[in-house]
């Protein structure tokens, strides 16, 4: 798994990324109420704004990792957004990408790196 | 002013002690959420009782300069020089009443909306007791001085706490510390001794709850605070939910859904104008608030129930046709109905309950319907 500064991770396997926000990212933003995801096929550039999560509060962007096309969004999320707090992590990935360059995500943090990263905030 | 050190209230420590979240907020450093969180602290208020810390908004005596020592002429006089500035029926207030009313500017808009109670006991009858905003205070302070200066005197009470204590349990929470409290009515207030210190209590809130906001000396709030936490029934919560309970209950927010352009006829507080003092139209913007009781209106706050994502404060209002109306001034997401919900400003004819709006979050447009306010019921102590 690679994490941005943005608080999303990205876990890839073979050339399809799936995609979430980190549990850091959830506990700060706290109960999730609202999820907006992308539509299927839409072509993603690096630090594109691809979700929105919203909280009680507030509402905040998801950007893509990595560019690609998008295969599939968790359709879960919409019905059940309180997921994206219980396992931000696992069940409640955001999308799927269909990767087009591998090389931007080894680019991306590792595990190590991000906590060291999390410790400077 | 936003490089000056946030502030602390009274109750900094005990909040750190139950795991807060916090935040900025009117120059004060407070609680957003507890561990918990928004959603429950709203639930558990609904359904329980929450506990508040408030200290950082401004309550304030102002005193009579001459007092005649007879109580009902200072009453009047203190009264009358408060109502050059805001529109309530200060006069008419009973000994113990609360009333909700404005600070206006000269074209009658809302440099702030306040509370003002009167006291009971016949030697503080040139007294009334004040609580403003949190971030107008010092702005109002300045402007009560600069006007009835002279009159009467204006002294912040800056080192006690403000507690509120808000849901269906927190009279039965607060009957168990101080069985007269019971007595008073929404809107009523009295002096009581709590934990061995003199509490001023008004049956009053911003949740759409009964409860009560108790100001309290600094040096016990941690006391007071801790102690109401022991009942079970009692759970502290944060801003956020705060700012949730408070739009369903369809109340604004100052600096949000009112400010010093918007009159409290634009913002459907009529209700704080009383009778007499429409007819005087003797307060600042008087003519143009008699203009707009006699129908003469622009604009005109409505609640919005929301299809899809929350409606946030800016988002615009548009209306079948696609024609841009209004402003969302708050929104959010609304705990007890599950849907978005939110405050905004449309032109009266688009303001009947019913009316289907469009509201465009990040550039696409969502179903909206013009909702009756509160959208949550009151549940006020109502008594008399």
Partial sequence: MRFTKDHEWVSLDGDIATVGITAYAAE????????????????????????VVESVKAASDVYAPIAGEVTEANTALPDTP?????????????VRIKVSDKAQIDALMDRTAYEAFLDTL | MTHQPLKRTPLYESHQALGAKFVPFAGYEMPVQYRD?????????????????????????????APSGDPE?????????????????????????????????????IVDDLMIARPIPDDKQGLLYLVVNAGTKDGDFALIEKTLGGVAVLTPLADDALIALQGPEAAAVFAALVPEAADLGFMQTARFTLLGEKAAVSRSGYT???????????????ALWARLLQDDRVRAVGLGARDSLRLEAGLPLYGHDLD??????????????????????????????????AGSLTRVRVGLKVQGAPAREGAEIADASGAVIGKVTSGGFSPSLSAPIALGFVPPAFSAIGTRLNVIVRGKPQPAEV???????????RKV
């Avoid at chain 2, 969180?37 to 810390?53: I, N, P, S």
């Avoid at chain 2, 906001?213 to 040096?219: D, K, Q, R, S, V």
Wanted: aromatic share 8%; glycine share 12%.
């Fill in chain 1, 28 to 51: 700060q933003l706290g109960d999730v109420v609202f999820v907006e995801l992308p539509d299927v096929g839409k072509a993603l550039k690096p630090g594109d704004a691809m979700a």
């Fill in chain 1, 82 to 94: 309180e997921m994206v707090n219980q396992d931000p992590e696992k069940d409640a990935w955001i």
């Fill in chain 2, 37 to 65: 969180g928004v959603l429950a602290e709203h639930r558990w208020t609904r359904e329980h009782v929450g506990l508040f810390d408030v200290s950082h908004m401004g309550p304030a005596l102002l005193t009579l300069v």
């Fill in chain 2, 73 to 109: 002429a200072d009453h009047a006089a203190i009264a009358s020089a408060l109502e050059r500035l805001v529109p309530g029926d200060i006069a008419g207030l009973k000994r113990g009443g609360q009333r909700y009313t404005f600070l206006l500017n000269e074209s009658g808009g």
């Fill in chain 2, 208 to 222: 759409g709850e009964d409860g009560y906001e108790i100001l309290f000396p600094a040096a016990k709030a941690p």
């Fill in chain 2, 260 to 293: 010093e352009t918007i009159s409290p006829v634009e913002a459907g507080l009529t209700f704080a104008l009383s009778k007499r003092r429409r007819e005087a139209g003797d307060f600042p913007g008087g003519p143009r608030i008699q203009r707009e009781l």
């Fill in chain 2, 371 to 381: 909702a009756a306010l509160p959208f949550v019921p009151h549940h006020y102590a």
